[in-house]
T-cell receptor, first 111, second 115 residues
Framework: EDQVTQSPEALRLQEGESSSLNCSYT??????LFWYRQDPGKGPEFLFT???AGEEKEKERLKATLTKKESFLHITAPKPEDSATYLC????????????FGKGTMLLVSP | GAVVSQHPSRVICKSGTSVKIECRSL??????MFWYRQFPKQSLMLMAT?????????EQGVEKDKFLINHASLTLSTLTVTSAHPEDSSFYIC???????????FGEGSRLTVL
């Protein structure tokens, strides 16, 4: 059974204080790992897809990296508008072509 | 990215009534759409996979007679919660994938409150 564990559950940062969110996974053949951002009362917003270990993707203050066991979402010099829940999901080669999600990390950036 | 629209965003209904939620892919065709349910501080749980022109595939533990899914066209899937009860209150989110891509694009979600 595919599993995704995200840590920490919640993270509070000061504006400008860089940090990383962790996503550990077990999957029977990783087809892709996905990061999403979810604001309260909204659907998830797609951020990145990573396909193989060593791959990195960047978007503004966010950078996602991938190893064979985990992924990190690095946030550099965050701003209050980066406050949201960040979700990690995996897609396996086998079974339905859907995603298995972690519970997310709730990020709060204070000015 | 691709746009998925969901309606209504919020709905309040009385216990025993039925509620329909619509999910549309606005700028692409989706032969498959996915319906998720999310409880507070929990991950998204897949309820069912909606296939255009055929029956939906439900995940284990999801009552197909309570959660009716219809995917009548390449851009529209509907979820009907029949005879809703307070325990059906939740956040329902649909998603779709552009053909050939891996990522899912999500609708805005629908908050259902059953009184």
């Amino acid at each position: 059974e595919d599993q995704v564990t995200q840590s920490p559950e919640a993270l509070r940062l000061q504006e400008g204080e860089s940090s990383s969110l962790n996503c550990s996974y077990t999957v029977s053949g990783l087809r892709g790992l996905f990061w999403y951002r979810q604001d309260p009362g909204k659907g998830p917003e797609f951020l990145f897809t990573l396909y193989s270990a060593g791959e990195e993707k960047e978007k503004e203050r966010l950078k996602a990296t991938l190893t064979k066991k985990e992924s990190f979402l690095h946030i550099t010099a965050p701003k209050p508008e980066d406050s949201a829940t960040y979700l990690c999901a995996v897609q396996a080669f086998s079974g339905y072509s859907t995603l298995t999600f972690g519970k997310g990390t709730m990020l709060l950036v204070s000015p | 990215g691709a746009v998925v629209s969901q309606h209504p965003s919020r709905v309040i209904c009385k216990s025993g009534t039925s509620v329909k939620i619509e999910c549309r892919s606005l700028d692409f065709q989706a032969t498959t759409m996915f319906w998720y349910r999310q409880f507070p501080k929990q991950s998204l749980m897949l309820m069912a996979t909606s296939n255009e022109g055929s029956k939906a595939t439900y995940e284990q533990g999801v009552e197909k007679d309570k959660f009716l899914i219809n995917h009548a066209s390449l851009t529209l899937s509907t979820l009907t919660v029949t005879s809703a009860h307070p325990e059906d209150s939740s956040f329902y989110i649909c998603s779709a994938r552009v053909l050939g891509a891996g990522e899912l694009f999500f609708g805005e979600g629908s908050r259902l409150t059953v009184l």
